[in-house]
């Protein structure tokens, strides 16, 4: 039994947003004046807590998921340039990322526990 398993689906869609919005800056910091994935996510919290319609979720879904799909066609293309100049890094930035996602872990069990927290406050 996982830690989200007596989670409510509007804890679980809200937490889902916590998590998407941590890592938001990274792709913010790539396409500052892309603001389709932080509507997204402010449309599945306005979800969440039923200020919105399931279609009106489903179009800000499908505006992020454009948004990308647009951008990871620009990194393929990128990223071909930077093979290259990458194999030099490798190592260091596989070790980098294994870092930022045991980190990320971390953070997100945190968000879990600091919800179930709050509900038996309640």
Do not use: C
Request: hydrophobic share 50%; charged share 30%.
């Amino acid at each position: 039994m996982s830690a989200t398993d007596d989670l409510t689906e509007q804890e679980q869609r809200l937490i889902a947003a916590d998590f998407a919005e941590h890592v938001l800056p990274l792709f913010e910091a790539e396409y500052p004046d892309d603001d389709r994935p932080r509507k997204a996510i402010d449309a599945a919290r306005s979800y969440a807590r039923g200020e919105i319609t399931k279609e009106q979720l489903d179009a800000a879904g499908a505006a992020a998921g454009a948004a990308a799909w647009d951008d990871a066609w620009a990194a393929a293309r990128a990223a071909a340039w930077a093979a290259a100049r990458a194999a030099a890094w490798a190592d260091a930035r596989a070790a980098a990322w294994a870092a930022a996602r045991d980190d990320e872990r971390v953070w997100q069990q945190q968000r879990i526990d600091e919800v179930v927290a709050a509900r038996a406050q309640r």
